[in-house]
């Protein structure tokens, strides 16, 4: 198995987990929020999508899926376009309404893309250089690593949130 094949693999499982938790919920169970803090399967979804979406074409030096596809306009969202959804207050965490289609027609757009640059990562390109702000710098590899561990743990949860509601 090739690296990126691998690699590819694992964005596959969080795509199937997805579907399994969104497919057939309606609006309001995806906005709905186990507690007055707690995160929406709504808003867990956009944001490990936005994170993908963002940090993905970071690293391949392409434009995002949500500005460069207009997924930006047609979620509609009160947020800037550069949002992902880190660090996000309560009342923003309220903002992001949804719907099941919206949520998924992203992600497997996003997916799609991931799926494309994914398809082109070498072994010998993983140690590349990718995000300078941090000690140590952040190697394509590592950041591949992070993406994939932060949209399984959200996938996780947004299926966890399903459970409780149901």
Request: hydrophobic fraction near 40%.
């Amino acid at each position: 198995m090739k690296t990126s094949e691998l690699l590819l693999d694992a964005h596959s499982r969080v795509q199937e987990v997805l579907h399994e938790v969104v497919t057939g919920l309606d609006d309001k169970t995806l906005a709905a929020r186990p507690g007055e803090t707690a995160n929406s399967i709504a808003w867990l979804v956009w944001h490990l999508t936005r994170v993908q979406d963002d940090h993905l074409a970071d690293a391949g030096g392409y434009e995002q899926v949500y500005t460069a596809d207009g997924w930006y306009e047609r979620l509609g969202l009160p947020l800037d376009a550069a949002d992902t959804g880190y660090a996000h207050t309560s009342d923003q965490v309220a903002l992001v309404q949804l719907s099941a289609d919206q949520l998924l027609g992203y992600y497997d757009a996003v997916h799609a893309r991931t799926a494309e640059f994914l398809g082109t990562v070498t072994d010998e390109g993983l140690d590349r250089i990718v995000d300078k702000r941090w000690k140590p710098p952040v190697t394509l590899g590592v950041r591949l690593v992070s993406v994939i561990d932060d949209c399984a743990q959200h996938s996780g949860q947004a299926a966890y949130v399903k459970g409780l509601l149901s």
